[in-house]
């Protein structure tokens, strides 16, 4: 029998998937832990619960959270919902303007914005601008291509085969057009198409192969010709999927029925796709051509011009990027989902995107050795908490990548590579997380609860969701502006100290005795929960393998920081752990955060080599800060 005591100062590997309990002789191991519900976890290595959801207001329905900034003191945030917008400033609702998309094509729509204008794109929608003037004046228009004599810069292109013909019947005024094979359909009326590099208006639709049109430039002649073309964006053809700006160029990539074409507009000129004769300022238009059809799903601007597309990764070079000297690359074979649009966001230089296949999120970082990007998956040792991500967005004041996923859970990543930290934990409420957008350094969470779909953000001084924080300067036993948690049971702190639960009725609850400050909100609770010992049980006891005998754990000590409450597990079931000062009863007691080390005694013999020797378990909506776990124990071969 050998008595060991084992440190863990980290929590720098995260939540570790059950699938590598037999991998003790892992660095991961020795840094991870079983659960992690409901923290965060620190650079340095600590884990804090998490700090609550404010409710900000009830959104309209299911949609998209989008960050607005405009400068750093003018950010907004836009809910996109069925065929509507709602914009907050500073969490309060300055407009609310219509919108074309339906709920279910929020899900496809992608962004980009420049200066007060945010572009936004969805292949069954035409492109549509948003345009800010004041904090209560917003308007959403048409792109407007550049038009100069006649023409509109657009991208054009030939639909047809290449032997299929088009005559026209004069080249000026009104005439018609005679295609070789169907081509024309009814939602034609008001396209252009060019004929031999000249543009006419279709006005009217008389059959497949026939059509009426305007000249807006006069035609070459009238004889029968296979170089014509419509433009690549219409009704009948769709509409861009995703757009960028990248070297003071505009980046479309793809469309609904061009999905591996690559548009660039010319430089500086930002609605101005026409490509002349090449010159180095001068649009660009290629298509991505390689084993497999690759629908072109982001374009993300970073080191370079980043394309993910449904089958692989690529990368367009060109310092400056001109007609002349554009190169494209494959660089990963992955794939995006095609089903949704997940944005691509940066993260010191790397782009974290989702990958089509397998749960994973895979970080795109060019390589300075190979002189080539990299996917490296950083969820290798948390796949059991990946499902089907549907948004994500990188808070850098916090170091935490958010990512939703389809079932309505939320991951938070903990990201900070000059450390070599990457760190995994799940945030559960009640409800589902379905949205999140980072405006500022403020996490917004779009949630559907029992009384609707809310608009909440991360507020350090709340441990509740759905949160109201009240004061007065008289103390109140009634607290009101609770109407959207009406008939729920919350959880109350009043005058820093936890009072007992109430349930909403009429919009608001009272107090068992008045208070001048008060936190209330749905209850959540969060979870630690370490990995079982990795020893040996023969040989001396000697550290890094797996278990093998019976350990039993006969003293933890917990270095706590700044902790109000804890409830802990060591064998005999969960209680609540007393601090000095505190007396054995945490409620109607103002505590004071208590910094130091906790040593709690242990009993009872571990035979299952997977149960952890300890656990803390806690819904107490105060603060809670673990930093490092001591651990004494037993060890019989």
């Not at 004041?134 to 047809?160: C, L, N, Y």
């Not at 597309?309 to 989902?337: C, F, H, I, K, Y």
């Not at 039993?552 to 000062?581: E, Y």
Request: charged share 20%; hydrophobic share 40%.
């Amino acid at each position: 029998m050998a008595r060991l005591t084992t440190t863990k100062t980290s929590f720098t590997a995260g939540e570790i998937s059950p699938a590598l309990l037999g991998r003790g002789d892992l660095s991961a191991y020795d840094n991870g832990a079983a659960r992690l519900r409901n923290v965060f976890i620190h650079p340095t290595g600590g884990v804090s619960r998490r700090p609550g959801l404010r409710y900000v207001d009830t959104a309209r329905g299911n949609g998209r959270l989008v960050a607005f900034e405009f400068n750093t003191e003018q950010v907004y945030l836009l809910a996109f919902t069925d065929q509507f917008v709602d914009a907050y400033r500073d969490d309060a609702l300055v407009a609310s303007f219509a919108a074309p998309w339906t709920e279910a094509q929020v899900t496809q729509i992608a962004w980009v914005q420049s200066a007060d204008t945010l572009l936004v794109v969805h292949p069954d929608v035409p492109p549509k601008k948003i345009t800010r003037t004041s904090d209560s004046d917003w308007t959403v228009g048409d792109w407007s291509f550049v038009e100069d004599q006649g023409r509109i810069h657009q991208p054009h292109h030939k639909f047809a085969g290449d032997v299929v013909t088009m005559t026209p019947s004069a080249t000026t005024g009104a005439i018609t057009l005679a295609a070789s094979a169907d081509v024309f359909v009814a939602g034609h009326v008001g396209t252009r198409f060019r004929i031999q590099d000249k543009e006419v208006e279709i006005t009217a639709v008389t059959s497949a192969t026939g059509a009426q049109a305007t000249v807006k430039q006069t035609l070459v002649g009238t004889a029968a010709t296979k170089d014509w073309e419509e433009q690549s964006f219409s009704q009948v053809r769709g509409w861009p999927a995703s757009v960028a700006f990248h070297q003071d160029r505009m980046v479309i990539g793809g469309s609904r029925d061009l999905p591996n074409r690559l548009w660039l507009s010319k430089s500086a000129d930002l609605f101005n796709f026409d490509l002349g004769e090449g010159l180095d300022d001068e649009a660009i238009e290629f298509a991505i051509l390689s084993d497999q059809v690759n629908a072109i799903r982001a374009v993300f601007s970073g080191r370079h011009l980043q394309v993910f597309t449904s089958g692989a990764e690529w990368m367009v070079t060109g310092d400056p990027l001109t007609p002349a000297n554009v190169q494209l690359r494959r660089q990963t074979r992955v794939g995006s989902p095609i089903s949704r649009t997940v944005p691509p966001r940066d993260v010191d230089g790397a782009t974290l995107f989702v990958p089509r296949n397998g749960p994973e999120l895979r970080e795109f970082l060019f390589t300075d050795v190979e002189q080539a990007y990299q996917a490296t998956d950083l969820a290798t040792l948390a796949r059991h908490l990946i499902e089907a991500p549907v948004d994500q967005d990188f808070d850098t004041a916090r170091r935490l990548f958010f990512v939703v996923m389809g079932n309505g859970t939320l991951a938070t990543v903990t990201i900070f590579r000059a450390e070599q930290v990457t760190a995994w934990s799940l945030q559960e409420t009640a409800g589902s997380f379905r949205s999140v957008a980072v405006v500022g350094d403020r996490p917004h969470f779009l949630i559907a609860r029992a009384g609707g779909v809310f608009i909440e953000v991360l507020d350090d001084e709340l441990f509740v969701d759905a949160g109201l924080i009240g004061s007065a300067a008289t103390p109140q036993a009634t607290w009101t502006g609770l109407d959207h948690l009406e008939g729920e049971t919350v959880a109350i702190v009043a005058d820093g100290a936890q009072r007992a639960d109430g349930v909403v009725s009429g919009g608001a609850v009272t107090l068992d005795e008045p208070a001048s400050q008060v936190r209330i909100g749905l209850a959540y609770t969060h979870a630690i929960v370490p990995l079982p010992p990795a020893i040996h049980a023969g040989a001396g006891g000697s550290q890094g393998g797996t278990l093998g005998g019976k350990v039993r754990p006969v003293a933890i000590t917990l270095r706590l920081q700044d902790t109000a409450a804890l409830r802990l597990d060591t064998g005999r079931g969960f209680v609540d752990v007393p601090f000095k000062g505190f007396g054995d009863d945490l409620l109607d007691k103002p505590p004071q955060p208590f910094t130091g080390d906790k040593r709690v005694r242990a009993l009872g013999w571990r035979r299952d080599g997977t149960e952890p020797l300890w656990r803390i378990e806690q819904a107490t909506p105060l603060p809670f800060t673990l930093l490092s776990v001591t651990t004494e124990i037993t060890v019989n071969g």
